[in-house]
């Protein structure tokens, strides 16, 4: 019933003639006994709310920034029809700020044995599983002045995945791959280490890669072009310790890493490599091993998606244990940690020669672009010191990468726009160059 003719209702109501007044109690319920009935009434014409049947269905997963849609299905089998208000319950960071309310309230109007559908779209705002709560039902009766009122558990999750930003990049670096790969009319020159074909000696070529017997069998010099190697193994490994979670613009470090991770992956793959995936800080976090070319990025990204920084420093010499066993031939290690000179210094130099004894070491760091606007302040004193700090910083991840260059270890250290495109072009040297 509308607001108006609800008024008018209990104005009527109000108004009914009552015999004798008696003070006291008795009087009151007199005069407000029209009213109780009509509310009895109104109750009993109500809808009941445990009887009700409630399914989901919808999607299961969405990437960060996008939208889910979940559909609630409510089954009505009584024999009165159900005037509702629903209220959907989700985690609080399943919505932007300010749009749950509209986000999770509903209407409903449903005959006799009928059944309905509403939809709750989601827009969350942090990677993981968000979990369905409660549904909540408020039942009218026709005249809107009581309600039955109760909650049912209709369980559902939608795993939010890792947005993947950085595969605006991917097609340019294929481009690049193709090139390597010997499959454009651009052909590099002594690249790779798997042989392709012959072709004449142009001046500039590398004098290793001229073929002695073929330019003994024809009067122009032969030289042999190459092609990177396929099937090789890169395991990427990600520190989910303490400074991952240092927050870099509006996201933690670990969430850049993962970004560039999955760049990687795809060009990798793409370029007939097999991907594994380590996450790791004092114990295991995460594990993906032995996915084919088709399913590995699928089975990285679901396997990204709860992850979270834990508070604790990594435990390096666990950690480089791990990687050992989980690739032990030969294989590109991609480390995506800090370059933060303390616990590089105090725990990963320790145990990187394990790891640079048997593979080949690419280590990618997050910097903080923060930095780089503060070493372009002046102006005051406070702008000088700015300055100073940032210079200061400079140093120190400049000398704790040349540490580790010292080692064998390839290092990539770039703002968390600029990681994954990086990376990638690291990889793609490495494959030039046949050091895969």
């Known amino acids: 019933m509308a607001p108006t003719g609800r008024a008018a209702l209990l104005a009527a109501l109000g108004s009914l003639p009552v015999g004798l007044w008696e003070p006291g109690w008795t009087g009151i319920l007199a005069v407000n006994a029209p009213l109780a009935v009509a509310c009895a009434c109104d109750f009993a014409l109500a809808a009941p709310v445990r009887r009700l049947?409630?399914?989901?269905?919808?999607?299961?997963?969405?990437?960060l920034g996008e939208t889910a849609d979940v559909t609630l299905t409510v089954t009505n089998p009584s024999r009165r029809p159900l005037r509702a208000r629903i209220r959907d319950a989700w985690p609080?960071?399943?919505?932007?700020?300010?749009?749950?309310?509209?986000?999770?309230?509903?209407r409903l109007l449903i005959p006799p044995g009928e059944r309905r559908r509403i939809t709750t779209r989601l827009r969350p705002t942090r990677r993981g599983d968000r979990r369905a709560d409660r549904v909540t039902i408020r039942s009218y009766g026709p005249l809107g002045l009581f309600a039955r009122?109760?909650?049912?558990?209709?369980?559902?999750?939608?795993r939010v995945l890792p947005p993947f930003t950085s595969r605006k990049h991917l097609p340019s670096r294929l481009a690049r791959l193709r090139e390597l790969d010997g499959r454009t009319s651009v052909l590099t020159r002594g690249e790779g280490t798997e042989f392709d074909s012959l072709r004449a000696y142009?001046?500039?070529?590398?004098?290793?890669?001229?073929?002695?017997r073929a330019t003994a069998r024809q009067a122009a010099v032969a030289v042999r072009t190459w092609r990177p190697e396929r099937d090789r193994h890169i395991l990427l490994v990600l520190d989910t310790g303490r400074t991952s979670a240092g927050r870099v613009g509006d996201a933690p470090r670990l969430d850049a890493a993962m970004?560039?991770?999955?760049?990687?992956?795809?060009?990798a793959s793409r370029a007939g490599d097999r991907v594994d995936l380590l996450a790791y800080d004092r114990r295991l976090r995460a594990l993906v091993q032995g996915r084919t070319a088709g399913d590995v990025l699928p089975s990285l990204v679901s396997a990204m998606a709860t992850l979270e920084p834990e508070l604790v420093e990594t435990d390096a010499r666990g950690l480089a244990a791990t990687a050992l066993r989980t690739a032990p031939r030969r294989?590109?290690?991609?480390?995506?940690?800090?370059?933060?000179?303390?616990?590089?210094?105090?725990?990963?130099?320790?145990v990187l020669a394990q790891l640079t004894q048997?593979?080949?070491?690419?280590?990618?760091?997050?910097?903080?672009?923060?930095?780089?606007?503060?070493a372009t302040a002046r102006g005051n004193?406070?702008?000088?010191?700015?300055?100073?700090?940032?210079?200061?910083?400079?140093?120190?991840?400049?000398?704790?990468?040349?540490?580790?260059r010292r080692h064998g270890v390839t290092v990539v250290d770039a703002t968390p726009e600029q990681l994954a495109p990086a990376l990638a072009d690291a990889y793609l040297a490495l494959k030039a160059a046949g050091r895969l």
Not at 53 to 63: H, I, K, M, P, W
Not at 149 to 158: A, C, D, E, I, L
């Open 381 to 404: 004193t406070d702008a000088v010191y700015e300055a100073a700090a940032a210079a200061q910083s400079y140093e120190e991840r400049h000398r704790t990468a040349e540490q580790l």
């Open 331 to 350: 294989s590109l290690v991609v480390l995506l940690t800090t370059l933060d000179a303390a616990p590089v210094e105090e725990g990963l130099l320790p």
């Open 202 to 212: 142009v001046p500039g070529d590398d004098t290793r890669s001229i073929d002695w």
């Open 259 to 267: 970004d560039a991770a999955l760049l990687l992956a795809a060009l």
């Open 92 to 106: 609080p960071s399943s919505w932007q700020p300010g749009t749950e309310v509209a986000a999770s309230r509903h």
């Open 149 to 158: 009122q109760g909650t049912h558990k209709v369980p559902w999750t939608v």
């Open 358 to 374: 048997r593979h080949t070491v690419l280590l990618a760091s997050v910097a903080d672009p923060h930095i780089a606007t503060m």
């Open 53 to 63: 049947g409630l399914t989901r269905s919808g999607d299961a997963s969405v990437r």
